[in-house]
């Protein structure tokens, strides 16, 4: 999760405020539903953020 | 009376000199460290399995005697992020609020599921205060 290629940075044009709370709302959903949660799970987690909210990264995936 | 589930915005997360018990779900906290990446303004904030409101905030809702909660203190400290983005941002002082009533009897709570559960009148409260970034919904 933590490898290089998943170092990505926000456009400072884009909301940066609302974007990166989103991000943390999600994570904070995710801790609240998942007592246990696997690495698979976390990982998993991972893609599906990086999908919904990945097109405004740079660079955009 | 009506009842809402507020998932307040998440500022950031537990920070390092928190306390908890990990072995139950939801954790219990004992010791709350909150560190903020970001905050868009809402005076209540939240961290799984924490909140956090503003001293305001905190006091207007002892006026009005809310139930089911009681408040502690909370050490608030920003991160690396938090600065870079904003330099000249200064943070209201936080305190713990601590949700330990029954949902839809007292005026917090917490649902099964996790989320906090307040009356109408401490949202109508909080509202006020300014609570723009929380998502709500009615509590069935």
């Known amino acids: 999760m933590n490898s290089l290629e998943n170092l990505r940075g926000i456009p400072k044009e884009v909301n940066s405020d609302l974007h990166l709370s989103r991000i943390r709302r999600a994570w904070n959903q995710f801790y609240r539903e998942n007592a246990t949660a696997t690495q698979q799970q976390l990982l998993q987690k991972a893609t599906e953020i990086d999908s919904t909210y990945g097109g405004q990264f740079l660079p955009p995936r | ?140």
């Open chain 2, 1 to 140: 009376m009506k009842y809402f589930y507020i998932e307040p915005e998440v500022a950031g997360g537990l920070g390092k000199n928190t306390v908890m018990n990990r072995a139950v779900h939801p954790p219990v906290v004992s010791k709350l460290h909150y560190q903020i990446d970001g905050w868009l303004g809402d005076v209540l904030l939240e961290s799984f399995p924490s909140f956090i409101v503003t001293e305001d905030a905190g006091q207007q809702l002892q006026a009005i005697g809310a139930t089911g909660v009681r408040f502690d203190d909370v050490e608030v400290t920003t991160s690396d992020q938090f600065r870079q983005l904003y330099p000249n941002r200064r943070l209201p002082k936080f305190i713990w609020l601590r949700a330990e009533g029954q949902p839809a009897c007292d005026d917090f709570g917490i649902a099964p599921d996790g989320r906090l559960v307040t009356s109408e009148r401490v949202f109508e409260t909080l509202k006020k205060l300014g609570v723009a970034n929380a998502l709500v919904a009615p509590f069935k």
